[in-house]
């Protein structure tokens, strides 16, 4: 695919990516995509004072998935987990200002690994619980 037919926003996160990079100890760590056929996407966020305090992602895909990743973790970095679990594919494309009609699939994968990442923070709170509870 030509680069012309992304947008200036699009390739600056293409080649700038924020928020890239791996995360040691993770409150949450979200997965989407399928390593199989093509794009994966893995997001991981540390949470304090119920916001997401910082996120990382690694991703293997084009460039609109390595775009749409970046700026799914800059729209979620320092939103409450409610704000957070609210951004949609619509919010990722808006904000990159469009992707062409064939990569649109590629926005999918940041608000799900977000939505996924969350979910597994909530989890590993109530197993926390559970064996605060139990030595109790």
């Known amino acids: 695919m030509h680069c012309a037919l ?4 699009v390739m600056d996160h293409f080649l700038n990516p924020r928020n890239a990079g791996e995360m040691a100890d993770p ?12 794009d994966y996407l893995i997001i991981c ?3 304090r004072n ?7 992602f690694l991703v293997y895909g084009c460039v609109a998935a390595i ?12 939103k409450s987990l409610e704000d957070a679990l609210k951004i949609t594919d619509e919010d990722v494309v808006n904000a990159l200002g ?3 009609e064939n990569k649109i699939h ?8 977000l939505k996924r990442a969350i979910e ?9 619980k559970k064996c605060i509870a139990y030595q109790d």
Not at 67 to 78: C, D, F, N, Q, Y
Not at 106 to 113: I, V
Not at 120 to 128: A, F
């Open 67 to 78: 775009a749409t990743s970046s700026m799914t973790t800059e729209l979620a970095k320092g």
């Open 98 to 100: 469009e992707l062409p």
């Open 6 to 9: 992304f947008t200036n926003e």
């Open 45 to 47: 966020i540390k949470v």
């Open 120 to 128: 597994n923070y909530y989890e590993k709170i109530e197993e926390y």
């Open 106 to 113: 590629c926005s999918l994968l940041g608000p799900t690994a």
């Open 50 to 56: 119920k916001r997401i305090f910082d996120i990382r």
């Open 27 to 38: 409150d949450g760590e979200g997965c989407c995509g399928d390593t199989n056929c093509g």
